[in-house]
T-cell receptor
């Protein structure tokens, strides 16, 4: 079955510290992988996406993610977080081709400690 | 561009009433998606349109839910009759291209409360 797991429901890090949000997926074919961010009261905004090629993907706002096929993971990282990064982060997986559902993880809420 | 516009932002209605949620996608986008977000079930795709045609409605929970896209600049999601378990935030998103793997631009959502 297709699934996306974000094992951390809530993470708190200090401003300026590094961040890694975990995402594991189960998918029968080559997946498209996404990270979205949702600020309070807002819709989701795409941070980055991976389709193929270089497994280290750069996104907006200084985020990056690394696709590791052997671990079925697509973890999101940022070397130094800012208070404005406090939000909910969603990992998602979709099929390589044809219209079908994108499956979202349950989300990880990030809090920033001053 | 103003982005994806949803209305209303908040809706409180009584059980049994009809509810209509509205969405204006980004101009030039040919794909439109309706999602529902709840604490219990997370973010679920309800239905997706391409060029105003429904492509995949397998996520629509039951017959009480219906969605239309009469033209490229407008879509509605209707719930009739509404039930308390329909309470959620409903997001509309639009994108370019045919399949779901195009980037989706989300609206700010409609928070629906059915009492």
């Amino acid at each position: 079955a297709q699934s996306v797991t974000q094992p951390d429901i809530h993470i708190t890090v200090s401003e300026g510290a590094s961040l890694e949000l975990r995402c594991n997926y189960s998918y029968g074919a080559t997946p498209y992988l996404f990270w979205y961010v949702q600020s309070p009261g807002q819709g989701l905004q795409l941070l980055l996406k991976y389709f193929s090629g270089d497994t280290l993907v750069q996104g907006i706002k200084g985020f990056e993610a690394e696709f590791k096929r052997s671990q079925s993971s697509f973890n999101l990282r940022k070397p130094s977080v800012h208070w404005s990064d406090a939000a909910e982060y969603f990992c998602a997986v979709g099929p390589y081709s044809s219209a079908s559902k994108i499956i979202f993880g349950s989300g990880t809420r990030l809090s920033i400690r001053p | 561009d103003a982005g994806v516009i949803q209305s209303p932002r908040h809706e409180v209605t009584e059980m049994g009433q009809e509810v209509t949620l509205r969405c204006k996608p980004i101009s030039g986008h040919n794909s439109l998606f309706w999602y529902r977000q709840t604490m219990m079930r997370g973010l679920e795709l309800l239905i997706y349109f391409n060029n105003n045609v429904p492509i995949d409605d397998s996520g629509m929970p039951e017959d009480r839910f219906s969605a239309k896209m009469p033209n490229a600049s407008f879509s509605t999601l209707k719930i009739q009759p509404s039930e308390p378990r329909d309470s959620a935030v409903y997001f509309c998103a639009s994108g370019q291209g045919r399949d779901l793997n195009t980037e989706a631009f989300f609206g700010q959502g409609t928070r629906l409360t059915v009492v």
